[in-house]
Structures are given as C-alpha cells and as structure tokens.
C-alpha cells in the first residue's frame, strides 16, 4: 500500500528558504503509469486548501501561477523521496503543507493517496 | 477567496442526509472539467471520496454519494455518523489553472 509522509524543519525565517522532503513507501517513485504524478499542496492556517505544484513522470513540472519563480519541485529516485524548495517565505507561507500522488485522465487530475502533512512556520 | 465555491459550514443530526455544494463557472466545472472530493478529520491525511465527480474509491461507504451538473456539483452523506464530522472540499481543473479546490465544508455532526 502506497504511503507518503512529508519531512522538514517546523520552523523558517523570512526570506529564507523552505526545503520539504516526502518519502514515498509501499511502491517505487519510478513505477506506475506515466499519467502519476507527485505534488505538493498546503493549507494556511484557518484557510483551504491550496495546489503548489506537480511532477510527472517524464520529469515535466507544473506551478500554482501564484508561486511561479519561488517554488521548484524534484523527485530523487535513489532514496524514493520528492522535494518542494520555496524561496523568499514570507508569513503568508505559514501552512501545514502535504504531499500527494497524483493522477491525470482527459484533463483531469485528481489525488490520492495524501501524506499527514506537515507544519511550517514561518517567523523570525 | 476560492473559485469553486462551497458553503462554510453544514450541519446535521446522526442518521440525518446532508449535502455539500461546490459551484464554479463556465471556466471549470461549466468547461466539462470532473469534479473531485476529500474529506479532512484533523491531523489526518486528506482521504479521496469521489473521483470523475461520481466514482467512489474502494473502501468509502456508500452513505456517501456525489453528483455534476452544469456548473456545479454536490456531496451527499445520508445516514450521518460522528465519525462523518470532518472538513470537505471539492476540487477541480480549469483552462487557467490545473488544480483549484473549494473553500472547504465545515461538516458538525449535531
């Protein structure tokens, strides 16, 4: 059974960079359809849900527009994890931020399964 | 403020049916884009309902239902259960963005 759990320090100061990792079990992050992707989500405290970004497969990446050119997305096939780097944080990027699997099927995308996620405070 | 527009909160008695609306426009759920649901208890990881706005994965109960119509979907849970109180948010695509979610359901289970 696929499992994902995300993994980073609980706390960034501003205009620092904000480094997550998830560790991908139960299957390997190579296997699977070339429609799978691996993407990253957050949650803003007392807010909804927010789409960061994905990658595919083939190693093509997608980005929330809102966070295009802070945000950067990787998948590390040796050690079956994935990462989101997101420069220059400010508060605003206070989240408990989650990790998924995607699927993609005629223009649509959906996900399962999700890690727990993980908090990320940011404050100086 | 989220494209895809959900109520705040519902709210219901055990054995009661409740429903969840999620509205979006021409541009998302109008545009044929499927709409998708999940299911938040706190500290959890977010739990896939509904997929292709009517498919319910392997292992969710059948008190809950999903519908698409127009430009709009809902979620249905009859047969209300504490364990049911949770947050739900619907998700879709549109031409502008790949991923867009509701604002989130508040589901208190009186």
């Known amino acids: 059974q696929l499992q994902l759990q995300e993994s980073g320090p609980g706390l960034v100061k501003p205009s620092q960079t904000l480094s997550l990792t998830c560790a991908v079990s139960?299957?390997?992050?190579?296997?699977?359809?070339?429609?799978?992707?691996w993407s990253w989500f957050r949650q803003p405290p007392g807010k909804g849900l927010e789409w960061i970004a994905y990658?595919?497969?083939?190693?093509?990446?997608y980005y929330n527009p809102s966070l295009r050119g802070r945000v950067a997305i990787s998948v590390d096939r040796s050690t079956n994890q994935f990462s989101l780097k997101l420069t220059s944080v400010t508060a605003a990027d206070t989240a408990v931020y989650y990790c998924?699997?995607?699927?993609?099927?005629?223009?649509?995308?959906?996900?399962?399964?999700w890690g727990r996620g993980t908090l990320v405070t940011v404050s100086s | 403020q989220s494209v895809l527009t959900q109520p705040p909160s519902v709210s219901g008695a055990p054995g009661q049916r409740v429903t969840i609306s999620c509205t979006g426009n021409s541009s998302n759920i109008g545009a044929g884009y499927d709409v998708h649901w999940y299911q938040v208890l706190p500290g959890a990881a977010p739990k896939l309902l509904f997929y292709g706005n009517t498919n319910r994965p392997s292992g969710v109960p059948d008190r809950f239902s999903a519908s698409k119509s127009g430009t709009s979907a809902s979620l249905a849970i009859s047969g209300l259960q504490p364990e049911d109180e949770a947050d739900y948010y619907c998700q879709s695509s549109s031409r502008g963005l790949s991923v867009l979610f509701g604002g989130g359901t508040k589901l208190t289970v009186l």
């Open positions: 990658i595919y497969q083939s190693g093509d990446t």
């Open positions: 139960g299957a390997s992050i190579s296997s699977g359809f070339s429609s799978h992707s």
């Open positions: 998924a699997r995607g699927y993609y099927e005629t223009n649509n995308k959906w996900f399962d399964p």
